[in-house]
C-alpha cells in the first residue's frame, strides 16, 4: 500500500515524504531487531568460526568506511560489532543466552577497527580448510591428542605473516593428511600465546604429544618448510628382499597390519622416497611401508606377479600370491593412495545387539553409532584404534538401522561417537566436540579416566540419595562444550564424593521443563533434597570451590527475614560484609566466586552474606539498594544498627575486598617505637611477632592486613608489633632489615638474658603460615623448657 501511494503522487515534495518515512521505519525496525544471532545473520548454533566468518562479510560491506553517506553507518555497525564480540567469547554468549543484554557489561564493542584491518587481517587463515585455527579453548586436546601439529602463531597486525601466508597455504595443501596443519591468532588468544612464550611474529612450532615443541628457524620457503617437518615422521619404512620379507610381512598380519608395498625397477612406476615416507605417516598404526628392489630381488617380484613398477596393498591375512586379495595401485599421488587404503581396510568391528551388551560388560569401547551410509567422514574412524590402542580402548560401530531397539533405549536418534567405561551399557558418555579426529581422540583418552554419565530419564537421579552434579545443556551452544571437559576434570578430583552427569535438553525437553531450565550450559547441584544452581567461571576449578561452599558455606544467603534477624540484630563487635546482587546482571555473576573466595579468607573475623534482589526486589528498594552489585559492610557499633560503609573500590578481587573488610576492624597490632622495640619486645617477658615495613612500599601495603588477621590468630599467645623502618631507620637497620616487609619472630626463651636484637626470621606473607610456623615454634620451646634440669632452671 505504501507503494502505491508514492507512484500515484503528483506533488514531488508529497511523493518524497512517504519514502523518507519507510527508510526512517525500515532503519528503527532494524534497531528493534537487537537479537545478536539475527544481526550477524547466524543460527544459535553457529561455531566461532562461523561467527567470525559472518562478522568479516558483515565488516567489510557495513563499515563505516565504506558508507560515508550514512549518518548512521557507525551506530549500526557498533551493533553489529558488539553482537560479535559477545558471541566470539564463550562466557558472554552464555551470559547473552541466558540474561541478553542487560547481563552484559555496556562496555563491550564500544569500539572497532578500521575497514582495511577487516579486509587484509581479520583472520588470515579462516577460510583454508587445510589449515585448522586452534583457540585456547581446543589447543592443548589438539597438540596432545599424538598426531604431529605444526602451528603458525600470528598477530594480524604482522606485516610477515601477510607475508608468509600464502606459503604456509600451499604448505598446508602439500602436507594434508600427512601432519596437522594450525594457526593461532595471537590478537584474539594473547593469553595463550603469552603462556607458550611466543614473542615474535610469525612463529612456527612442531609439536608431538609428550615430547617439547620445537621451532622453525628456517628459510621459509615451501621446501624448507616441507623438509623441516618430514624430520618428524619417524615410521620406519623397510625395505623388503629374500631374507625378511616373509618374517616382516607374517609379524605385520599377526598384529592386524597390512603393508603397502612399493616394487621398483627400470620400468614402470614406483614411490619415490618422500612419498613413501609420507605415507608411513598417513597410515601409521594402519599398515607398514615398504619398497622392494625387482632389478635386484627380480625372483622374489615375480612371485608377487609384478611384471613392472607398482604399488600394492596387501591387506591382514590376504594370500601374497594371489591377485584377488590384493589392491593394486594406479596412482603416485599420497593423497589418493592414502584414500585408496583406507577404502581398502576392513570396517570397525560391528556390535549387534546380541554382542553388544556382553562386549561392552567389562571393556572399555569407543562405539560409532551410524545410520546405514556411515559418511565419507566415517572411513577416517578407522584410525582410532591405532590412536587408542595404548589406551586399552576398543573402537566399534552399531548400525542404528538394523538395531533401532538398541539406539532408541541409549535415547540415540542420530549419528555420534560415545565412550563406554567398562561398567556396563548404561554407563557412557556422548561426544560433543568436533567431528575431527584429534578431538574424538582426546575425548576418549578423558572420558574413560573420568566419572561422567549421559543422563536419560532412566537413570536421571530424581531419588537424589548421593549429591549429584547435572550439567544441562545443548550440544549446539558452544559455552557447553566448553564446559564439558571442565566437569571432566572436576569429577575426577570428586571421585567417590559427587557423581556427574550431562542431560541433553535437545532430547529430553520434558525433564529440563521440569527443573525450569531456561539457558544452557545450566549446572545445577543436588544434594538430598536442596538444589543449587551453579553461578561461576566455567572451570574445573570454580565448580571445586562451589562446591566446597556448599560443603561448608562461607557466604550466608540473607533474605528479608534473616537480614532483619542477623545483619540489623547483630550483636556488638559483630560486622558484616553483605553483597545485594542481581543473577542477570554481568558484572554480580563476576563477582561471585571472588566474593566467596573473599569469605572464605575472612572466616572467624567477619559474617559475609548476600541478598538476590531479583527475588527480594521491594526489600532492596527500601535498603536503598539501586545498582548491582552493591557491596556494604555493617561495623560493630549496634547504636546505629542501619548503618553502613558501601565499597567504592575499583578493583572486586577477592583480596582487595578482604583488605577494605578488614581495615574496619578493631587494631590487633601495636605500633612500636625505638624505645618500646627496646623496653617491650628485647627486654619484655612476652612472645613478639614483628611486621617490619615502610608507609610508600605496595607489598608491605598488601601485607597489612594479612598481618591484622595473623595478630588475631595469635591473640593471648603472641603479641603483634609494626615498625615503621622510614620514621624509625636506625631501629631497623640495627635489627638488620634489608627488604620490606619482613616478618621476624623474638620468642621469651625463659631466662633473664635479652632476646636477640635480629629475632628469628619467618619467610612467608600468609596469616595461616606463619602462625603454624610460630605455634611449631613454641611448642619446641616449652618442650625444652619442660625437660631442661631443675638446677638450670
Known amino acids: 500500500m505504501l507503494h502505491k501511494r508514492v507512484l500515484k503522487a503528483k506533488d514531488p515534495a508529497q511523493s518524497t515524504m512517504p519514502l523518507l518515512l519507510f527508510v526512517i521505519l525500515l532503519v528503527a525496525v532494524w534497531a528493534e531487531s537487537s537479537d545478536y544471532y539475527d544481526l550477524l545473520g547466524i543460527s544459535r548454533e553457529a561455531t566461532t568460526r562461523e561467527i567470525r566468518q559472518a562478522f568479516k562479510k558483515l565488516a567489510l560491506t557495513m563499515h563505516p568506511d565504506k558508507n560515508p553517506g550514512d549518518s548512521l553507518a557507525h551506530e549500526k555497525f ?57 583457540d585456547s579453548g581446543d589447543f592443548e586436546t589438539a597438540v596432545n591428542s599424538g598426531e604431529i601439529w605444526f602451528v603458525n602463531f600470528y598477530f594480524p597486525r604482522c606485516s610477515h605473516c601477510h607475508q608468509l601466508a600464502p606459503t604456509w597455504r600451499e604448505f598446508a595443501k602439500e602436507m594434508d593428511g600427512v601432519i596437522r596443519i594450525g594457526a593461532v591468532n595471537c590478537g584474539d588468544n594473547n593469553h595463550l600465546c603469552r603462556r607458550k612464550g ?70 614402470g612406476d614406483c614411490l619415490e622416497p618422500r612419498t613413501r615416507q609420507k605415507l608411513a605417516g598417513m597410515l601409521d598404526g594402519l599398515v607398514k611401508v615398504g619398497w622392494m628392489d625387482c632389478t635386484i630381488q627380480q625372483q622374489l617380484c615375480d612371485s608377487f606377479q609384478v611384471t613392472s613398477g607398482a604399488t600394492a596393498l596387501f591387506p591382514p591375512g590376504s594370500a601374497l600370491d594371489k591377485q584377488g ?15 585408496q587404503v583406507i577404502n581398502h581396510l576392513p570396517d570397525l568391528e560391528l556390535l549387534t545387539s546380541d554382542s553388544f551388551k556382553k562386549k561392552l560388560a567389562r571393556h572399555r569401547w569407543l562405539v560409532s553409532f551410524t545410520f546405514g551410509d556411515r559418511g565419507s567422514f566415517s572411513n577416517e574412524y578407522k584410525k582410532l584404534q591405532a590412536f587408542l ?69 532412566d537413570n536421571f537421579p530424581s531419588d537424589r540419595k548421593e549429591p549429584w552434579l547435572v550439567d544441562f545443556f545443548a550440544p549446539w551452544c558452544p559455552p557447553c562444550r566448553a564446559l564439558l571437559p571442565e566437569l571432566r576434570k572436576a569429577s575426577i578430583q570428586l571421585a567417590g564424593q559427587m557423581k556427574f552427569g550431562t542431560l541433553d535438553c535437545t532430547i529430553h525437553h520434558n525433564l529440563c521443563s521440569m527443573y525450569n531450565i531456561q539457558a544452557y550450559p545450566t549446572t545445577v547441584i543436588f544434594n538430598g533434597s536442596s538444589v543449587h544452581e551453579y553461578e561461576g567461571h566455567h572451570s574445573a576449578d570454580g565448580i571445586l570451590e562451589f562446591i566446597q561452599d556448599l560443603v561448608n558455606p562461607t557466604v550466608e544467603v540473607l533474605d528479608p527475614s534473616s537480614f532483619t534477624e542477623r545483619v540489623k540484630g547483630r550483636a556488638e563487635g559483630q560486622i558484616w560484609a553483605v553483597d545485594f546482587y542481581a543473577p542477570w546482571c554481568g558484572p554480580c555473576q563476576a563477582l561471585i566466586p571472588e566474593w566467596r573466595r573473599m569469605a572464605r579468607l575472612l572466616s572467624g573475623q567477619i559474617l559475609v552474606g548476600s541478598v538476590d534482589c531479583q527475588r527480594f526486589q521491594t526489600f532492596c528498594q527500601s535498603q536503598g ?70 608507609p610508600w612500599c605496595g607489598p608491605c601495603q598488601h601485607f597489612a592486613p594479612e598481618f591484622e588477621v595473623l595478630a588475631r590468630m595469635l591473640k593471648g599467645e603472641v603479641r603483634a608489633g609494626k615498625v615503621d623502618c622510614q620514621a624509625h631507620h636506625q631501629t631497623c637497620q640495627a635489627a638488620g632489615i634489608t627488604a620490606y616487609p619482613t616478618v621476624r619472630f623474638y620468642p621469651y626463651l625463659g631466662t633473664r638474658r635479652q632476646h636477640e636484637h635480629s629475632g628469628e626470621y619467618i619467610n612467608s606473607r600468609d596469616a595461616n603460615t606463619i602462625a603454624d610456623i610460630i605455634k611449631q615454634r613454641l611448642q619446641q620451646l616449652s618442650s625444652r623448657l619442660h625437660n631442661k634440669p631443675k638446677d638450670e632452671l
Request: charged share 25%; aromatic share 14%; net charge negative.
Open 198 to 267: 611466543i614473542n615474535s611474529y610469525p612463529s612456527l612450532y612442531i609439536y608431538r604429544a609428550g615430547q617439547r615443541p620445537e621451532k622453525f628457524n628456517g628459510e621459509r620457503t615451501k621446501d624448507d618448510l616441507v623438509r623441516f617437518s618430514m624430520q618428524f615422521i619417524t615410521t620406519t619404512i623397510t625395505q623388503l628382499w629374500q631374507g625378511n620379507v616373509f618374517t616382516e610381512i607374517e609379524s605385520a598380519f599377526s598384529s592386524g597390519l597390512g603393508w603397502l608395498i612399493t616394487f621398483c625397477s627400470d620400468t
Open 325 to 339: 586379495s590384493v589392491l593394486w595401485l594406479k596412482t603416485l599421488d599420497s593423497r589418493e593412495i592414502y584414500n
Open 389 to 457: 590402542r595404548n589406551d586399552h580402548i576398543q573402537v566399534g560401530r552399531v548400525d542404528c538401522l538394523a538395531d533401532s531397539e538398541l539406539c532408541q533405549s541409549l535415547y540415540i536418534h542420530k549419528p555420534c561417537i560415545a565412550v563406554f567405561k567398562g561398567l556396563g551399557i548404561h554407563d557412557f558418555e556422548i561426544h560433543h566436540g568436533k567431528d575431527v579426529l584429534y578431538n574424538i581422540v582426546g575425548f576418549a583418552r578423558d572420558s574413560v579416566r573420568a566419572h561422567v554419565t549421559t543422563l536419560r530419564p
Open 625 to 694: 539498594v539501586r545498582a548491582y552489585p552493591e557491596i556494604r559492610l555493617y561495623p560493630g557499633n549496634t547504636r546505629q544498627p542501619d548503618g553502613y560503609m558501601a565499597y567504592n573500590g575499583w578493583h572486586r578481587d577477592a583480596h582487595s575486598l578482604r583488605a577494605w573488610a578488614l581495615s574496619y576492624l578493631p587494631k590487633a597490632s601495636v605500633d612500636l617505637t625505638p624505645e618500646t622495640f627496646r623496653s617491650q619486645v628485647l627486654s619484655g617477658r612476652d612472645h613478639w611477632v614483628l611486621d617490619f615495613y615502610a
Open 78 to 134: 557498533l551493533k553489529v560489532n558488539r553482537a560479535y564480540e559477545v558471541l566470539k567469547d564463550e562466557d558472554l554468549r552464555k551470559k547473552y543466552d541466558k540474561y541478553g543484554e542487560k547481563g552484559l557489561d555496556e562496555q563491550q564493542g564500544g569500539r572497532y577497527e578500521s575497514w582495511n584491518y577487516y579486509r587484509y587481517d581479520f583472520g588470515i587463515y579462516d577460510d583454508d580448510l587445510e589449515i585448522i585455527t586452534l
